[in-house]
């Protein structure tokens, strides 16, 4: 039980769209990631996901709009919603996020980004 540095451990990697797992509440776990450029469309049948902008502009694409979620804001995706996050102009955001430790990285859409394991850090 320390306090953990966001900053510290954003520092410690550097791949875009490679989250990192920095603790674990509950069936929950808490997610770092850097991004930057478009990801996948895809979706969460049974989770919902929150993500936090800690650095950045973050463009959550659905099919019907697109929703800007700025420092400081959060935005949660509910489970079974499509969607694809972005970033533009080649910006660099900074995200923590919450999701159940079983959530697939990119549902059920395999992808070269697809992540099937988040390292610890």
């Known amino acids: 039980m320390k306090p953990i540095n966001?900053?510290?451990?954003?520092?410690?990697?550097?791949?875009?769209?490679?989250?990192?797992?920095?603790a674990v509440v509950d069936?929950?776990?808490?997610?770092?990631?850097?991004?930057?450029?478009e990801f996948v469309w895809h979706a969460h049948e049974h989770e919902d996901e929150l993500f936090q902008v800690l650095k950045?502009?973050?463009?959550?694409?659905?099919?019907?709009?697109?929703?800007?979620?700025?420092?400081?804001?959060?935005?949660?995706?509910?489970?079974?919603?499509?969607?694809?996050?972005?970033?533009t102009d080649g910006e660099e955001v900074h995200l923590l996020l919450f999701e159940k430790q079983n959530t697939a990285h990119t549902g059920d859409i395999k992808h070269e980004m697809t992540q099937n394991h988040y390292p610890k850090i």
């Open 6 to 22: 966001l900053k510290e451990k954003h520092a410690a990697f550097t791949k875009h769209w490679h989250p990192h797992q920095i």
């Open 27 to 37: 069936d929950m776990q808490v997610i770092l990631a850097k991004i930057q450029g």
């Open 56 to 87: 950045g502009t973050l463009y959550m694409q659905f099919r019907d709009r697109t929703e800007v979620v700025g420092e400081g804001e959060i935005i949660v995706v509910p489970k079974g919603v499509e969607h694809n996050p972005m970033t």
